[in-house]
């Protein structure tokens, strides 16, 4: 379970959003906020995983149910794009850092 505080920043990150859209707020103060939210939900991932390998050995259901929805998080994610370089396409690219 999310901390209460964060609950409130989401929401009113949520708010801010609503109002910056219609011209209320500046794009400053909303991607404060926004920024403060991201810090606050890495943090809290970094905590519950934290507690997950710290209690692993208790809680063995819920650890590897955690590890299974981060396996499958990671295989829905489609493989990285390799561009494949031709002679043609150095010599565009080249002719592009001249200018």
């Known amino acids: 379970m ?4 964060l609950l ?14 219609q ?3 500046s794009w ?5 906020t926004a920024q403060l939210c991201r810090d606050g939900v890495s943090r ?8 997950f390998t710290r209690d692993a050995k208790n809680n063995k259901k819920g ?3 955690y590890v299974k929805q981060k396996r499958k998080v990671k295989e829905s994610l ?11 396409s150095y010599q565009q690219m080249r002719r592009r850092l001249r200018y």
């Open 63 to 65: 650890f590897y149910r």
């Open 78 to 88: 489609p493989p990285p794009h390799r561009q494949t370089r031709t002679a043609s």
């Open 8 to 21: 409130v920043k989401l929401n009113s990150k949520r708010e801010l959003h609503r109002q910056w859209k």
């Open 44 to 51: 809290a991932k970094v905590q519950l995983e934290l507690n």
């Open 28 to 32: 400053e103060e909303y991607g404060n």
């Open 23 to 25: 011209g209320q707020v």
């Open 2 to 5: 999310a901390e209460p505080d």
